[in-house]
């Protein structure tokens, strides 16, 4: 457990809320204008699959936010290997 606080953490939360915001502002700005002629069932898929796109990036956001670094750390690597 970390003892002292770091910047990256409530940097992080504000910077994926506001990218959280941007994503879904943009989402709802456009793509209605280039899927609202499609049925119902594939604008579901749509929105389904655009409601989860956000989530690939998040892992390696949050490993830096806790240790500074983009990737995983080599003992945290290894470990899963085995696993």
Known sequence: MRETPTWRIPFGIIALFIGLMVYG?????????????????????????????????????LI???????????GAQAKKKAD
């Open 25 to 61: 502002v943009v989402i709802a700005r456009y793509a209605p204008g280039l899927i609202g002629g499609w049925s119902g069932l594939a604008q579901t898929a749509v929105y389904v699959v655009l409601g989860l796109v956000w989530l690939l990036p998040l892992k390696r956001f």
């Open 64 to 74: 830096w936010m806790e240790t500074g670094r983009w990737s995983a750390p080599a």
